[in-house]
């Protein structure tokens, strides 16, 4: 059978007053789960400098240990040239072997000179490691603080939150697919995520601009379903004003 408007309008008026909850709810914790993202993210990206970082010095370590490896080399060769020097038949072999302790000794002060700027650079890449790991503890412990506020806060409202979740789930089964989907996406353009609103003192109460007259007649009618014509939010009804009556004025008998 299907809804009357009236039905729908109830409808989605319930969904919303069940959402305007949720979002209360929500902006208790602030930015607090934002801020938690942020933070997890950037330690996030901490710890891949981190891992780089590691990952230079031992490449260094390895070119340091490799250099050492090649000085053992040249040194093997020099006192293998120094033998055959003391062999040489001529001043020809005595000149091609000179040059190649030359060589090999020339390698050796070379692969020195790497090592010892290896050394400086692993020296530098530990000291940038000290300072990330004391700026990443600092985010760690402000982090595990964020978290803990945002765990008490969650912890507070959580029934109540799923009670309303729970209820949400009930309420969208009688709302109508396209009108929950209008909804969804009025909802997601307005600020205060109303998408639903009441006519209030004559005027729309999402964007509090005036509502004519006729069509507030139109709107408690509830025949066709209503939109503000300034933010097109749904108008499901008009709030009627509760006029107090002022106390009446003693009379004072004249003397």
Same mark, same amino acid.
């Given at each position: 059978? !299907?809804?009357?408007?009236?039905?729908?309008?109830?409808? @989605?008026?319930?969904?919303?007053?069940?959402?305007?909850?949720?979002? /209360?709810?929500?902006?208790?914790?602030?930015?607090?789960?934002?801020?938690?993202?942020?933070?997890?993210?950037?330690?996030?990206?901490?710890?891949?400098?981190?891992?780089?970082?590691?990952?230079?010095?031992?490449?260094?370590?390895?070119?340091?240990?490799?250099?050492?490896?090649?000085?053992?080399?040249?040194?093997?060769?020099?006192?293998?040239?120094?033998?055959?020097?003391?062999? #040489?038949? +001529?001043?020809? &072999?005595?000149?091609?072997?000179?040059?190649?302790?030359?060589?090999?000794?020339?390698?050796?002060?070379?692969?020195?000179?790497?090592?010892?700027?290896?050394? /400086?650079? @692993?020296?530098?890449?530990?000291?940038?490691?000290?300072?990330?790991? /004391? #700026?990443?503890?600092?985010?760690?412990?402000? %982090?595990?603080?964020?978290?803990? &506020?945002?765990?008490?806060?969650?912890?507070?409202?959580?029934?109540?939150?799923?009670?309303?979740?729970?209820?949400?789930?009930?309420?969208?089964?009688?709302?109508? !697919?396209?009108?929950?989907?209008?909804?969804?996406?009025?909802?997601? +353009?307005?600020?205060?995520?109303?998408?639903?609103?009441?006519?209030?003192?004559?005027?729309?109460?999402?964007?509090?601009?005036? #509502?004519?007259?006729?069509?507030? /007649?139109?709107?408690?009618?509830?025949?066709? %379903?209503?939109?503000?014509?300034?933010?097109?939010? @749904?108008?499901?009804?008009?709030?009627?004003?509760?006029? !107090? !009556?002022?106390?009446?004025?003693?009379?004072?008998?004249?003397?």
């Amino acid at each position: 059978m !299907e809804s009357t408007v009236a039905q729908k309008l109830d409808a @989605i008026f319930n969904l919303q007053q069940i959402d305007s909850k949720l979002d /209360a709810i929500v902006k208790v914790r602030g930015a607090l789960p934002e801020e938690v993202q942020d933070l997890e993210d950037e330690i996030a990206g901490y710890e891949t400098r981190l891992d780089k970082f590691q990952k230079e010095i031992e490449s260094y370590e390895e070119d340091i240990k490799n250099l050492k490896e090649s000085i053992k080399d040249s040194e093997k060769l020099i006192k293998k040239y120094q033998d055959q020097q003391m062999n #040489v038949r +001529n001043n020809r &072999e005595y000149d091609a072997i000179t040059k190649e302790l030359e060589l090999q000794d020339l390698e050796i002060q070379v692969a020195k000179k790497k090592i010892a700027e290896a050394g /400086a650079k @692993i020296d530098q890449k530990k000291l940038d490691l000290d300072d990330l790991k /004391a #700026v990443m503890d600092d985010r760690q412990k402000d %982090l595990d603080l964020k978290k803990d &506020e945002l765990s008490t806060i969650v912890a507070e409202s959580e029934a109540e939150e799923a009670k309303l979740r729970a209820d949400r789930e009930k309420a969208i089964k009688k709302v109508e !697919e396209r009108l929950y989907k209008s909804y969804e996406k009025i909802r997601a +353009n307005a600020r205060n995520g109303l998408a639903v609103v009441m006519v209030k003192r004559g005027a729309c109460g999402g964007c509090f601009n005036t #509502v004519p007259p006729q069509r507030q /007649a139109d709107i408690r009618e509830k025949k066709k %379903l209503i939109v503000c014509e300034h933010c097109g939010r @749904i108008l499901a009804g008009v709030e009627d004003e509760v006029v !107090e !009556e002022k106390p009446k004025k003693k009379r004072t008998a004249k003397a």
